[in-house]
């Protein structure tokens, strides 16, 4: 993640799509989010196999990743992205399951597991960012494929699951738990935090291009609100102490939405988009570590990965691809500031549905 996006837009502006293709292109990483983590998760549920088919994923992936470098065109291009991501974006709701099994009754650690995804994501970003100032950016795909290959190493030095397959969930549960209006409430909120989410994933260096800003400095901008990730996840289970779910969401949703407001505006101002930047801890860090929490309360152990399925595809998948592409028209019809004023507005509909909705999880007793 941390080689991909901070670059991956930048790599097809240079070669030579428009800004509606870069949108289509970029949107499919969350595209394929909608069905891959359904699909993962319920294999993962029926067989119990989690880390076989997180390494199935990791090969699989990486090798579809490599007809990047039959340089396809457009289509061709697209083709490959949906294909490399059905199974690349099958890993991390896998290994979400997999972490809170293991944790079992200290779920309140996982942000302490969960930030070394953001010291893997900084790393990243600083060491392709430096390479990028010395090489084009046509060479990317060459920088990114050790990555792919350490993923899929890695991937065989986790220790097998034992391989118990869930009980049978009661008749009619799974459909109970989606329909229950605080759990509407929920996936709206996440699904409207994705979609101001788009023009950041899509749009957020070609912003910073357009602004005079190198590709180290753009890495590390990037770098800085995964950094801000890490202090929040360190500190999270304390928020989760002194504070309910729906406060921790509403003042997240707030502190995204001045964000969007910041870069859109104040872009030129170094200490301003510093500052922009630092609230990536509120915007990415806080509500995903509730919500991740959020899932298992409601879930629970007969639905889990299929309520992990849900919260990554209908949220990151359909929000993600959807700020995407409507990120896309504005930039390609306004400018790219449009764009994040478009991921304000969207902040301001989902604090009003997470006012008037949202409701805590019951609490889980299964380990």
């Known amino acids: 993640m941390g080689g991909l996006l901070p670059y991956w837009s930048l790599y097809l502006e240079g070669q030579g799509f428009s800004y509606l293709q870069i949108a289509t292109l970029m949107a499919t990483i969350q595209l394929t989010k909608i069905i891959a983590p359904s699909v993962w998760g319920w294999l993962g549920d029926r067989s119990g196999q989690r880390v076989r088919l997180v390494r199935f994923g990791a090969i699989t992936g990486s090798l579809f990743f490599a007809g990047v470098f039959l340089e396809p065109g457009f289509y061709g291009l697209l083709l490959v992205m949906l294909a490399f991501t059905f199974f690349w974006n099958a890993i991390l709701p896998l290994y979400e399951v997999i972490t809170l099994r293991t944790l079992g009754k200290r779920k309140d650690k996982y942000g ?104 180290l400095s753009i890495g590390l901008l990037w770098s800085l609100g995964v950094l801000a990730e890490i202090g929040l996840f360190l500190v999270m289970h304390r928020l989760s102490r002194n504070f309910s779910v729906r406060q921790i969401a509403i003042g997240a949703l707030t502190l995204t939405m001045i964000r969007w407001m910041l870069i859109a505006e104040l872009t030129d101002v170094v200490a301003v988009l510093v500052f922009a930047q630092l609230l990536h801890a509120a915007s990415y860090g806080a509500l995903h570590a509730i919500s991740v929490q959020y899932i298992q309360g409601f879930f629970g152990q007969h639905h889990h990965g299929q309520g992990q399925a849900l919260y990554s595809g209908l949220t990151f998948g359909a929000g993600g691809a959807a700020g995407a592409w409507l990120s896309g028209f504005l930039v390609d019809g306004i400018s790219t500031a449009a764009a994040f004023w478009g991921g304000a507005v969207a902040m301001m509909v989902a604090i009003v549905i997470t006012w008037r909705g949202l409701r805590p999880p019951p609490k889980d007793d299964n380990a």
């Open 112 to 215: 302490k597991v969960r930030l070394w995804g953001s010291v893997g994501f900084i790393g990243a970003v600083a060491l392709i960012g430096g390479i990028l100032e010395w090489v084009p950016i046509q060479k990317l795909p060459w920088l990114l494929l050790p990555v792919f290959v350490g993923i899929a190493v890695s991937a065989f030095l986790v220790p097998s699951d034992r391989g118990e397959r869930k009980p049978a969930a009661p008749k009619g549960s799974l459909k109970a738990i989606v329909t229950h209006p605080a759990v509407v409430s929920f996936f709206l909120m996440n699904f409207l935090l994705q979609v101001s989410h788009g023009a950041y994933y899509t749009f957020f260096s070609i912003h910073l291009a357009q602004h005079g800003y190198g590709k």
